[in-house]
């Protein structure tokens, strides 16, 4: 089965700091995708990407950038944390677009105070 | 602007009855619904999907109803157990489009024993 970890699992950060949320996976996916989920809410989709060195902005991508240095790896950077980030981020992957099987992580929990 | 629209917002059953999930959509390009369920704290997992040269698709005690002229599917959970108590999201994806999941608000089901 598809593995997609993500760190931190949970995270206390500052306002204004910056914040670095990562994701690794291990079955050579080329797609790759950041979401965030707010209490009681559905996913909403904040970066993605389709093939290293490449992100593409998703429907929330104000305050967010993206990086995906490879394959597997695939951070979302928070620069100047706020208090509406609070929200819990997931990192997915999928094989392409014709495989539409989408694999999650765990989730990172983020508070920002 | 809420292209994935679900209901309820939560739903309780007794043991042994069926469930009713409804969604609903917009956008014609849609071409793969997966539904995902989520339990507290953990990450959503595909429970089951259709493309729309089906109107039905079974597994199990779960079903999905689609009726591509009306833009709207149903998930029917039969004989629902305790177990199945969690949140239930309907998506959507373009194969277009990266496989890019269009979440909707979520179903909250409890099933009381």
């Known amino acids: 089965e598809a593995a997609v970890t993500q760190s931190p699992r949970s995270k206390v950060a500052v306002t204004g700091g910056k914040v670095t949320l990562s994701c690794h996976q291990t079955n050579n996916h080329d797609y790759m995708y950041w979401y965030r989920q707010d209490t009681g809410h559905g996913l909403r989709l904040i970066h993605y990407s389709y093939v290293a060195d490449s992100t593409e902005k998703g429907d929330i991508p104000d305050g967010y950038k993206a990086s995906r240095p490879s394959q597997e790896n695939f951070s979302l950077i928070l620069e100047l944390a706020s208090l509406s980030q609070t929200a819990v981020y997931f990192c997915?992957?999928?094989?392409?677009?014709?495989?539409?099987?989408?694999?999650f992580g765990k989730g990172t929990r983020l508070t920002v105070v | 602007q809420q292209q994935v629209r679900q209901s309820p917002q939560s739903l309780t059953v007794w043991e042994g009855e069926t469930a009713i999930l409804n969604c609903s959509y917009e956008d014609s390009t849609f071409d793969y619904f997966p539904w995902y369920w989520q339990f507290p704290r953990e990450s959503p997992a595909l429970l089951i999907a259709i493309r729309p040269v089906s109107n039905k698709k079974e597994d199990g005690r779960f079903t999905i109803f689609f009726n591509k002229r009306e833009k709207k599917l149903s998930l029917h959970i039969t004989d629902s157990q305790p177990g199945d108590s969690a949140t239930y999201f309907c998506a959507a994806i373009a194969s277009s489009s990266f496989s890019k999941l269009v979440f909707g608000q979520g179903t909250s089901l409890s099933v009381v024993p």
């Open positions: 997915a992957s999928s094989e392409d677009s014709a495989n539409t099987e989408v694999f």
